[in-house]
């Protein structure tokens, strides 16, 4: 975004030289408004001075912005890691089934509630559209759950007929995992679903996240996958401790995996904004860092050329003068 | 599809497993002795807000906040 306002700065320039009209009054000589001989105009050095102090601002913001991004990421990063062990049991028991077939499919998207974060809720939203392509047709339904206000920006300008719920402000108090259950039941109770998908941007490393997508079945789809076979149909072979059904326990555990996996990916999601906030803060830094040197380049040309032109009227009016006597 | 056994008595209240083990985990948080026991109830801290949309509009979003394991 900081990037758009400086090249439209960069750009503004060049007809600001342009527009001025020829027949210009003649001013007095100050170092504001100046005309060369042949009539070239050049930028005055208050413009110029005035845009160097702006880009110079907006650098150090940037540049503070970068290690506040940096701090956090710190402080999330080992939470998102050690949380990747909550889910890792549960897709070692019931499978990972992202290619299932069912009628209800509800897309949960993650996103950030605040901007200047590169593009990862950007490819978010693309995913979870391609999912709602694939998982439409007869029969098939899907809905949205959003998280985070870019999302809901985005999607509301043409699937606003598809969200279901939306959530704002989840990111106020340090994320914990009360919160994100709180928020998963709240799900688990508003909206019907065979399977949820959950989107959301995996933190590989600082410059690395992948958009991901996590599937959790309901229980009752578990029940028909696991009489089909594969994975889920050894679930047969583990023993039942205590008085529950089988059927009690598929619903527990599905509940459990969804408030799981919403933790991870709530958790990675946080990490992936703000590396890509680093990023993006880095890397308008640079591009401010290299329009400051541009510009003072032009302002030192500029100086240059009026204290020139000064120089050659006093010869010229001193030896006008000379000839004269 | 009666099921055998009995339902227990968080499911039977409407409660989802979630909700049971956020309120076991708040008993046993509550357990603590200070100053562990206020960093511990620090962790429990709830705050979102949530709208549902119908038709395509958002209708007034609800508030939830410091409610741990309700």
């Avoid at chain 1, 391609?130 to 047709?137: C, D, E, M, V, W």
């Avoid at chain 1, 946080?270 to 302002?299: F, I, K, P, Q, V």
């Avoid at chain 2, 708040?26 to 709208?51: D, G, Q, T």
Wanted: with cysteine; net charge positive.
């Amino acid at each position: 975004m900081a990037m758009a306002v400086f090249r439209r700065e960069g750009r503004r320039l060049l007809p600001s030289i342009a527009a001025r009209p020829i027949a210009a009054i003649r001013s007095p000589l100050s170092s504001d408004q100046e005309e060369g001989l042949l009539g070239v105009r050049s930028i005055s050095t208050q413009v110029v001075r005035n845009r160097m102090k702006s880009v110079k601002n907006i650098q150090k913001i940037t540049k503070a912005m970068k290690m506040v991004a940096a701090s956090k990421l710190r402080a999330v990063q080992g939470r998102a890691e050690n949380s990747r062990g909550l889910w890792q049991p549960f897709t070692a028991l019931l499978g990972d089934n992202p290619s299932i077939d069912v009628k209800k499919s509800v897309v949960v998207t993650l996103s950030s509630d605040k901007g200047l974060c590169g593009g990862i809720n950007s490819t978010v939203v693309k995913v979870s559209r391609a999912l709602y392509k694939l998982n439409s047709g007869p029969e098939k339904d899907v809905k949205f759950v959003i998280v985070g206000e870019k999302a809901k920006a985005i999607m509301f300008r043409d699937s606003k007929n598809d969200i279901s719920l939306s959530v704002t402000e989840l990111n106020k108090n340090p994320l914990n995992y009360a919160q994100v259950s709180v928020l998963a039941d709240d799900i688990l109770k508003n909206v019907e679903f065979d399977a949820l998908r959950i989107v959301y941007n995996k933190f590989h490393s600082v410059v690395a996240f992948l958009p991901t997508v996590a599937t959790v079945l309901s229980p009752e789809i578990i029940e028909k996958e696991s009489e089909v076979g594969g994975k889920l149909g050894e679930l047969d072979s583990y023993e039942i401790e205590g008085g529950e059904t089988k059927g009690e326990i598929l619903q527990n555990l599905a509940e459990f995996q969804f408030s799981c996996v919403m933790f991870n990916a709530v958790l990675e999601n946080a990490c992936s904004e703000m590396g890509a906030r680093m990023s993006a803060m880095d890397s308008s830094s640079r591009n401010a860092g290299e329009m400051l040197d541009r510009l003072t380049l032009t302002y030192n040309r500029t100086r240059q050329a009026s204290i020139t032109t000064e120089l050659i009227e006093i010869i010229s009016g001193a030896s006008a003068l000379e000839a004269a006597k | 599809m009666a099921s055998n056994a009995a339902v227990p008595f968080w499911r039977a209240a409407g409660m989802t497993y979630i909700s049971y083990s956020n309120i076991c985990a708040n008993l046993v948080r509550n357990c603590l002795k200070e100053p562990f026991k206020a960093e511990a109830l620090n962790r429990e801290k709830v705050h979102f807000s949530i709208s549902k949309w119908a038709g395509g509009k958002p209708e007034k979003p609800i508030l939830r906040s410091d409610t741990p394991g309700v």
